[in-house]
T-cell receptor, first 112, second 110 residues
Framework: GENVEQHPSTLSVQEGDSAVIKCTYS??????FPWYKQELGKGPQLIIDIRSNVGEKKDQRIAVTLNKTAKHFSLHITETQPEDSAVYFCAASSWYDYKLSFGAGTTVTVRA | NAGVTQTPKFQVLKTGQSMTLQCAQD?????MYWYRQDPGMGLRLIYY???????DKGEVPNGYNVSRLNKREFSLRLESAAPSQTSVYFC?????????FGQGTRLTVV
């Protein structure tokens, strides 16, 4: 099965700085890579996703990059704000079953 | 719009007791999932249902059973709860890509 590794496990940044979270995956059949944000006491919520036919995708202050050859993908948050403090999960799945395999999560703290 | 609704939100069980976690979605999605979340381990798939009438095991199915009652509802049953099943359980539904999650059920087995 798919194995997704995520680093770092915790990340503390100054407000206004950038945050980068990296993930690797093992199954070359994976072609869908979403990122989820989880706030305290809530379920994960999709913030951005990328498919294997695209190398980069941006949505305002967040962007995701994908390197299929190296089997890794990254989340970039620019101009961080206090409301960006949360746990972020990367995930991977394939087109034929969409069963998501998650990374262990990164706790991001934005210091004011 | 309610999205994905899970009940109950909190539950304490004694070892050996049984219970059913309920999940319902109102987005007309075909696929539904049950995950458990443990500290430092992300979310792990317990069971999923690609469509009404079908269910398949995920990564950690032992000790659980599921029922896809209809297109809207997907329940998770613990027949004989064990302390190792203490976790936060999430139900999700999907239209093929993006998964929508419920608020979770925090289960403690003592």
């Amino acid at each position: 099965g798919e194995n997704v590794e995520q680093h770092p496990s915790t990340l503390s940044v100054q407000e206004g700085d950038s945050a980068v979270i990296k993930c690797t995956y093992s199954d070359s059949a994976s072609n869908y890579f979403p990122w989820y944000k989880q706030e305290l006491g809530k379920g994960p919520q999709l913030i951005i996703d990328i498919r294997s036919n695209v190398g980069e995708k941006k949505d305002q202050r967040i962007a995701v990059t994908l390197n299929k050859t190296a089997k890794h993908f990254s989340l970039h948050i620019t101009e961080t704000q206090p409301e960006d403090s949360a746990v972020y999960f990367c995930a991977a799945s394939s087109w034929y079953d969409y069963k998501l395999s998650f990374g262990a999560g990164t706790t991001v703290t934005v210091r004011a | 719009n309610a999205g994905v609704t899970q009940t109950p939100k909190f539950q304490v069980l004694k070892t050996g007791q049984s219970m059913t976690l309920q999940c319902a979605q109102d987005m007309n999605h075909n696929s539904m999932y049950w995950y458990r979340q443990d500290p430092g381990m992300g979310l792990r798939l317990i069971y999923y249902s690609a469509s009404e009438g079908t269910t398949d095991k995920g990564e950690v199915p032992n000790g659980y059973n599921v029922s896809r009652l209809n297109k809207r509802e997907f329940s998770l049953r613990l027949e004989s709860a064990a302390p190792s099943q203490t976790s936060v359980y999430f139900c999700a539904s999907s239209d093929g890509a993006e998964a929508f999650f419920g608020q979770g059920t925090r289960l403690t087995v003592v």
